[in-house]
């Protein structure tokens, strides 16, 4: 906001004054807050900081202790730099002592070598200030602005991101608490420096406080989360951090936490009975109408929802396109619609319970046939009414983003017990909760193996628990000697503090590897 000595230098009004910097040229960078003139010796009181003094030297004291304490007092209190005139109490170059004391200080000494108005060196400095204060204000609206925009519009995380790398002209990433990346732009520079070795580097960023900068590499960081619930950070990185930056990063982290508390299923169909079948489906998962309301509804399309054994179904590669002619060409009744990403919701609304298997049998098979072998049919435990369908959703989903093995049979469809822990793990990877688990358990040595790329750790805690804590085949096989891999082991038991003997404890750092895994897959 406010221009730097070194700026205010090249100004006319100062250019017309002949001036020479004989000291303090590494403090030429400060901000000049004001343009103080005046003659007093004791000035310094006067000041706040931030202030570039100019005077012809008339009042400064006659004698070097007098000269040095001038020099010292107003760089206590944190002047940004001293300009004297000279010609009325100096004639062609200043006193050595105040020379000597203002590069000792790092204080910019300026002297001005042909007569100029003050005044005219006042007004262009504080013109400056104020439009530059105008600018921020009108750049400050405009963040308002955009973002109360993009809130209203509903708009998606990538688009929130890249509106922030435009505002701020720098790269931005939305990351995770596992420091995963969810969305970037990097501001036309190259996506691949931007994130090669991303954990690493984020881990590396630690500012103070929920929005902070890390001048050293050069990132202002702020949490992302709402209601308690942190779940991310963003980033921008940015050497130097105005007002504006910190205003934009916090006002971006508020759109994308609110965005995630509103999310709905947007998604546009051409044909207006999947529109509305993929509406009823993201009314019963949001909570966004009565269940009442959607019955009638559903109704009103050819579906009867009540008296009904209802079981939620999620297709995970498949088109909602195919799930709707799948249902008809099945003879099946029931809903079929887009519910969040690539995922595909269907509701069988079927007579009885006993139907179940063959129904979902009969499904799988043509929905396959129609999209490829390769889709995930997941289903969720049936339900009898349809105040419990969103629950049958739910679990159908949650099961088909865990399934990591493709189906074996064209009838073949996946269920809660098929899951696993690795499945479940997965299935709850986005949660904060759990993400801030596997920083409690291996944080340590996730950050040591980042500034040690030579020695990784990880990998000798895994075969340690996979081999059942059994030591001498854990040594054998990571191909080491046993008074090496016993070494390694000292050294993890020091990094994360746990005892690696004790059940317990490495069943929970057993849990937490998984669950890493989930999180990286």
Known sequence: MFPSVREVLELDPVRNGAPRVVAGERGLDQAVRWVHSSEVPDIATLLRGGELILITGIGLPPDDAGLRRFVADIADVGACGLAVEMGRRFSQRL?????RTAEELGLPLVELHRGTPFVLITQAVHGMIVDAQLAELRATAEIHQRFTDLSVEGAAPAEVVAQTAALAGAPVVLENLSRQVLAYDAAGGSAELLLANWEAHSRAVQPAGRTGHDAGKGWL????????????????RLPVVRDRDVTLIERAAATLALARLTKKDDDHRDALERQAQSALLAALLGHTAPVADVIVRAKALGVHLERRHLVGVVLRGCPAGAAARALRDTSLAGLAGAVDGDLVGVLLALRAAE???????????????????????????????????????????QVAVSVRRPASGPGDVVRLADVGLPG????????????????????PLLAHDAGN??????????VYLECGRNKSAAAEHSHLSRPAFYERLARIRRIIGADLDDVQVCLSLHVALLALDALRD
Request: without cysteine; glycine residues 10%.
């Open 95 to 99: 006193p050595a002592v105040m020379v």
């Open 221 to 236: 960081v702020t949490v992302v989360g709402a209601r308690g619930q942190d779940w991310g950070r963003l980033l921008i």
């Open 355 to 397: 139907d179940e298997p063959d129904a979902l049998r009969r499904l799988a098979v043509r929905v396959r046939e129609l999209a490829g072998g390769a889709v995930v049919v997941a289903a969720g435990e049936g339900v009898a009414t349809p105040r419990e369908a969103r629950r049958s959703l739910l679990e159908a989903s």
């Open 424 to 443: 479940l793990l997965h299935m709850l990877r986005d949660e904060p909760r759990l993400q801030t688990f596997v920083e409690q358990e291996l944080g």
């Open 453 to 462: 790329p030579r020695e990784q750790l990880l990998g000798v805690l895994r």
